[in-house]
């Protein structure tokens, strides 16, 4: 099995390369939706969370307020680094037991795990190669406008409250470029997932 690490800032197109690979056959792994799974009631990050950020981060019916606690932690790197070493660890759990189950169920896959913090919370580490997607500053801002219908100074923070472009290419094998248009970006996808296919060792035919 071949494991690949797929990250990028917000509105980056991340998702639409995503949706991509998934189309061409790759087992995606999505930490987004493992972090909200494992925020849950009932679960142990939860009660955590909870315990680390006071009652009001709860809604009424026991379920995690995200907008109150993303507000909390949005323009403060302590609490955020507070909330991260409580969901980080769990995150990282729960991939690596998804990994486990596609290897066992698929050992021939290529898994791809979707991760916009896939650098920042030392997720790289059990992949063998890291894509990168990534377009220009000053498009990323004006996509995340639209997208969320936020101020250019709103934008231009969220996207400076993560990793730089340039720290992160540090560690990509691949950049894809996503700042032409939709079939720009399928091409290169598709290019990158057929050298993907043709560097792995074909099984031993018995």
Known sequence: MKVIGLTGGIASGK???SRVLKKQGAKIID???????IVQPGYP???EIEEAFGKGTL?????????YLG???????SLRNVLNSITHPKIREQIIEELKKIERESPEAIAVVDAPLLIEAGLFDMVDEVWLVA????MQVIRLMNRDELSQEEAKR????QMSLAEKQKYAKHIIDTSGSIDDTVKQVVKLWKEARSGMTPA???
């Open 71 to 77: 507000k909390k932690v949005f323009q403060n790197k």
């Open 45 to 47: 990050a939860l009660a």
């Open 59 to 67: 809604l009424p019916d026991g379920r995690l307020d995200r907008a």
């Open 135 to 138: 377009l220009p500053e000053e």
């Open 204 to 206: 031993s035919s018995t």
């Open 158 to 161: 969220r996207i400076g409250s």
């Open 31 to 37: 930490a987004d939706i493992i972090a909200r799974d």
């Open 15 to 17: 998702s639409t390369v």
